[in-house]
């Protein structure tokens, strides 16, 4: 079979391939996932039990997605991310992976350079290039808790820069873009009249104060962005692959056209869930960011007594962190995670996947349960003194 070029250069998932490793070994600690092992809240899967006993969920819904959850995101975004939306201006998608994915599709055609802030989601960089678009990666800066670094994004604007696509809260540093930093990112973005993606799957997880921002709501890049979010973290959702994005109605008609053939509609069922999940009590969310943060604060502790190993900036949000590590040993983050797999039976995930400045990291979850956090560090301590 004849593979295409745009296939062909792209590397295996760091992720999926820890996942496939791990399945040669008992008794694994798993670090590597970035999903919640909560389980989704009861009064969701009974909405959808309910909606499929009325035979609500065999057909299609409209392409943009069903009426009435496009009017509670609607409510959503006004009162969560001041951003006054028409469900026009929505598009329910596959996750917001399939969102991001649209997209890009919809902005980038071959050879435009999307500018990626890195450590960055390793798929945001294998969007781009599935679109035949070149990454262009602009380092956060590490020393300074890993904020945007403004003027090095202004010197790599060029004649084929399309795009800037960032995570916030970050996946995988767990920094959270303040919003003076969005806002002069806005200014770039309209001085060369860029689009800004973004990602804000974790926008409800953060912590010590900090506080999600979201650049849609900066009413002069109406035009020049197009905002992706996600039930699957939000609501412990991540199997039911349901998110929604949101752009000017202008631009959510040419969004649709790249939609349609990669999903022609988000799965019904998981529409519904969505609508109960708005519409029902929201203490689930903060039950989660309290469990987070309690998990957070202990995977810190546990890497305060290894710092000879690692070094690590206190992630502000997402359920994710990035240590670095020190020494000869952090010179390959694959090796270091193949050989704490294999002796250890720990599974992390290699910095590596990240972008260039992510080698030398491994990037940890901490949406487990406490007592697996404690088996892993207990391993790691052994395996990183023996």
């Known amino acids: 079979m004849n593979i295409s070029n745009r296939v062909g250069q792209i590397t295996k998932s760091a992720i999926h391939e820890m996942t496939r490793l791990s399945k040669q070994y008992n008794d694994v600690a798993f670090l590597s996932w970035a999903k919640p092992t909560s389980g989704t809240p009861k009064h969701i899967n009974d909405a959808v039990i309910s909606a499929i006993e009325k035979g609500l969920t065999s057909g299609y819904s409209q392409s943009e997605g069903l009426p009435e959850l496009r009017e509670e995101i609607v409510k959503k975004l006004k009162r969560d991310n001041n951003i006054i939306a028409k469900p026009k201006e929505l598009l329910v998608t596959v996750g917001a992976i399939e969102g991001l994915m649209t997209s890009v599709m919809s902005v980038i055609d071959p050879g435009d350079e999307v500018i990626l802030p890195t450590p960055t989601y390793s798929t945001h960089i294998t969007q781009v290039r599935l679109a035949s678009g070149k990454p262009v990666f602009v380092p956060l800066q590490e020393e300074n808790n890993y904020k945007l670094d403004i003027e090095a994004i202004k010197n790599v604007i060029t004649k084929k820069t399309k795009a800037i696509l960032y995570c ?32 804000e799957a974790y926008e409800y997880f953060t912590f010590d104060g900090k506080k999600h921002f979201s650049i849609a709501s900066i009413p002069e890049l109406k035009n020049n962005v197009i905002t992706n979010y996600t039930f699957t973290k939000t609501y412990a959702m991540t199997g039911w692959r349901i998110g929604y994005l949101h752009a000017s109605e202008q631009n959510i008609a040419q969004i649709k056209k790249a939609h349609i053939p990669f999903a022609i509609c988000a799965p019904v069922a998981s529409q519904y869930a969505s609508i109960a999940a708005l519409k029902g009590s929201q203490e689930c969310i903060e039950k989660f960011k309290l469990s987070y943060l309690k998990s957070r604060n202990l995977m810190c502790e546990r890497l305060n007594m290894l710092d000879s190993y690692f070094q690590y900036v206190k992630p502000e949000g997402s359920y994710l962190m990035f240590p670095k590590i020190l020494g000869k040993q952090g010179k390959n983050s694959l090796d270091f995670c193949k050989k704490l797999l294999a002796e250890a039976k720990v599974s992390t995930t290699p910095g590596a996947a990240f972008g260039p400045t992510g080698e030398s990291h491994i ?6 349960p406490e007592n697996i956090i404690n088996k892993a560090f207990d391993r790691i301590e052994k395996f990183l003194n023996k």
Do not use: M, W, Y
């Not at 990037?363 to 487990?368: A, K, T």
């Open 363 to 368: 990037r940890l979850s901490f949406c487990v």
């Open 168 to 199: 916030s809260p970050s996946n995988p540093t767990g920094t959270v873009f303040s919003e003076n930093e969005l806002r002069e990112l806005s200014k770039i973005a309209l001085q060369n009249n860029l689009t800004v993606i973004t990602d």
